[in-house]
C-alpha cells in the first residue's frame, strides 16, 4: 500500500512511512498500521505531520483501497510507533507499540518521561480508541507483535531492559541483559501474567502465534551471550 499509493511526501528527503502490519475484517477492509517521520499524506488529504520525530498510524482501507480513516498515535515530544496489529472475529481491532515522553488515546493519557515505554490498545472499526495499557519501565522496552487466542486475550511480545511494571504486574528481569518478554491481557486491557528470558546478552522474542486448535502459544525470538 505504501508502494502503490506512494503516500504523499514519503521517501522524499527525511520524509519516511513505514508499515508493520496488516489485517483484514469479515468485510474485506483492511486495516494497515505504522509509523512515519516528519510528514505523510494519505489519500483523500488525510495530512499529519511530526517535526523531527516519529508518530505511529492506524489506517482503514476499504474494498476498493480507499481510504476510511486514519488515526495517529503521537508522542508529545519525541517517538511513537504502531508495531504491531491484529483483530478477533467480531473485527475488534488490538494494536501494540512503543513511544516516548506522552501520547493520548482519546483521553486515556500515558507518560513515559524521559523512557521508551510499551502500550497495548484497541480500536474499533470506526477508529475510536476503546481503551489502553501502559507498560512502564525506567528502562527501555519495545513491542514487536501480539496474537490473539480464542477468548480474545492479547499475548504481546518483546524486549526489555528492565523490571516491566503494567496493570500491577510486575515483569522482572532473568538475565544480565536485555531479556525478551511476552504478555497476556484479557480483551479489555488487563494484565494477566508476564514472563521474561534472558542470559548475558540480548535477548527478544520477535514474534508469536497462538494455536486456537491446541491452546498453545509459540513465540520465537534471538539470543547472544
Known amino acids: 500500500l505504501l508502494s502503490t499509493y506512494n503516500l504523499g511526501g514519503a521517501g522524499s528527503g527525511q520524509n519516511r512511512a513505514y508499515n508493520y502490519g496488516l489485517v483484514t475484517d469479515s468485510s474485506n477492509n483492511i486495516y494497515m498500521a505504522g509509523k512515519y517521520a516528519n510528514s505523510v499524506s494519505f489519500p483523500s488529504g488525510n495530512s499529519f505531520s511530526c517535526q523531527n520525530c516519529y508518530a505511529g498510524y492506524v489506517a482503514k482501507f476499504d474494498t476498493n483501497l480507499s481510504i476510511d480513516w486514519v488515526e495517529e498515535v503521537k508522542s508529545s515530544s519525541s517517538e511513537a510507533s504502531v508495531n504491531g496489529i491484529e483483530l478477533n472475529n467480531d473485527n475488534k481491532i488490538y494494536v501494540t507499540g512503543i513511544f516516548y515522553s506522552e501520547i493520548n488515546l482519546s483521553g486515556a493519557v500515558f507518560d513515559a518521561g524521559g523512557s521508551q515505554n510499551g502500550f497495548a490498545a484497541e480500536i474499533n472499526s470506526n477508529g475510536d480508541w476503546q481503551w489502553g495499557t501502559e507498560m512502564e519501565c525506567s528502562c527501555g522496552i519495545t513491542t514487536y507483535d501480539l ?51 534472558g542470559g548475558n546478552g540480548v535477548d527478544n522474542f520477535r514474534s508469536l502465534s497462538y494455536d486456537t486448535n491446541n491452546q498453545k502459544l509459540f513465540a520465537t525470538g534471538m539470543f547472544w551471550d
Open 147 to 197: 496474537d490473539l487466542d480464542s477468548n480474545n486475550n492479547l499475548y504481546i511480545s518483546g524486549i526489555t531492559r528492565g523490571t516491566i511494571n503494567s496493570g500491577g504486574v510486575q515483569v522482572a528481569m532473568t538475565g544480565a541483559g536485555d531479556d525478551g518478554f511476552i504478555l497476556k491481557l484479557n480483551s479489555t486491557g488487563s494484565v494477566n501474567w508476564g514472563k521474561s528470558f
